[in-house]
């Protein structure tokens, strides 16, 4: 069975900082991929980033990036110059060859002026 | 070009009543999931749909949930004779599943309320 697990609740942080959100995961599959969603809100599930397991590299996507620690198991998401937009719950996830995914409890984000 | 929709947007029934929830996939998605969110929880896993295969079922809590599926288009999620505990909010994703750990992109959801 694989699990995902979000040890921090709750986070907050200023306007134009940084932030990291902590993730750690547990799957007996080789090949694997691990997502990080946010959750406004709106309800809507946004896909903010995705890492591929077999990639070494940690993937960006502007100023959202990962520190993806393979033998670690451990996936965390780093939130750089912080915007009031950023304010969400913010789900880590995995999924292997089954496809569907497997969540973790969220960390709700606050960011403050 | 459109997103996942899903429909109604809220739905309150009394208890012992059957709820239907629609989801629409984006166009030419061939994978369609559903997805329960209780209060404060993460997502959880119901049913998966792709093409033409027989739906993984294994995330469905029991046997009054259903879902169906036309073709590669319209999903129909059932619940019958509805209790206090499904009061949550239903999510749909699809993804093109070309591969099988494509993207999934989520619906804006259901929030179902059981009185």
């Known amino acids: 069975a694989q699990t995902v697990t979000q040890s921090q609740p709750e986070m907050s942080v200023q306007e134009a900082e940084t932030v990291t959100l902590s993730c750690t995961y547990d799957t007996s599959e080789n090949n694997y991929y691990l997502f990080w969603y946010k959750q406004p809100p709106s309800r809507q599930m946004i896909l903010v980033i995705r890492?591929?397991?077999?990639?070494?590299q940690n993937a960006t996507e502007n100023r959202f990036s990962v520190n993806f620690q393979k033998a670690a198991k451990s996936f965390s998401l780093k939130i750089s110059d912080s915007q009031l937009g950023d304010t969400a719950m913010y789900f880590c996830?995995?999924?292997?060859?089954?496809?569907?995914?497997?969540f973790g409890t969220g960390t709700r984000l606050q960011v403050t002026l | 070009g459109a997103g996942v929709s899903q429909s109604p947007s809220n739905k309150v029934t009394e208890k012992g009543k059957d709820v239907e929830l629609r989801c629409d996939p984006i166009s030419g998605h061939t994978a369609l999931y559903w997805y329960r969110q209780r209060l404060g929880q993460g997502l959880e896993f119901l049913i998966y749909f792709q093409g033409n295969s027989a739906p993984d079922k294994s995330g469905l809590p029991s046997d009054r949930f259903s879902a169906e599926r036309t073709g590669e288009s319209v999903s129909t999620l059932t619940i019958q004779r509805t209790q206090q505990e499904d009061s949550a909010v239903y999510l749909c994703?699809?993804?093109?599943?070309?591969?099988?750990?494509?993207?999934?992109?989520f619906g804006p959801g259901t929030r179902l309320t059981v009185l």
């Open positions: 994703a699809s993804s093109s599943d070309y591969l099988r750990t494509d993207t999934q992109y």
């Open positions: 890492q591929e397991a077999y990639k070494q």
């Open positions: 996830a995995l999924t292997g060859t089954a496809s569907k995914l497997t």
